[in-house]
């Protein structure tokens, strides 16, 4: 059994900064990609940024920047350093583990979800 925890979200005024950590647990042998998805209300979830195990990395051309991630393979986490945060990056972050490997089989899983609020 994997699971997949967030943490770090919270409320934070226009310009400040949040730290979101995501911690992949259970039997893993890999991991491929790990990242981070958001979702306003009323819009599709979309990518935010993505890290390989080999460290390449893509962001959503609204948080270049401003945003960082970061990945510690041996600990099967990953973190997103979000600054000069807007009230438009408000939503709920989802960490993603993708190509999970336990034993012979691959599996992509999701966390539950985290808020960020973005308001003064």
């Known amino acids: 059994q994997v699971q997949v925890v967030e943490s770090g979200g919270g409320l934070v005024q226009p310009g400040g900064s949040l730290r979101l950590s995501c911690a992949a647990s259970?039997?893993?042998?890999?991991?491929?990609?790990m990242g981070w998805y958001r979702q306003a209300p009323g819009k599709q979830r979309e990518l935010v940024a993505r890290?390989?195990?080999?460290?390449?990395?893509n962001y959503a051309d609204s948080v270049k920047g401003r945003f960082t991630i970061s990945r510690d393979n041996a600990k099967n986490t990953v973190y997103l350093q979000m600054n000069s945060l807007k009230p438009e990056d408000t939503a709920v972050y989802y960490c993603?583990?993708?190509?999970?490997?336990?034993?012979?089989?691959?599996?992509?899983?999701w966390g539950q979800g985290t808020q960020v609020t973005v308001s003064s």
């Open positions: 890290v390989t195990s080999g460290g390449s990395t």
């Open positions: 259970g039997s893993i042998f890999s991991i491929s990609a």
């Open positions: 993603y583990a993708g190509g999970v490997r336990v034993g012979s089989t691959y599996t992509d899983y």
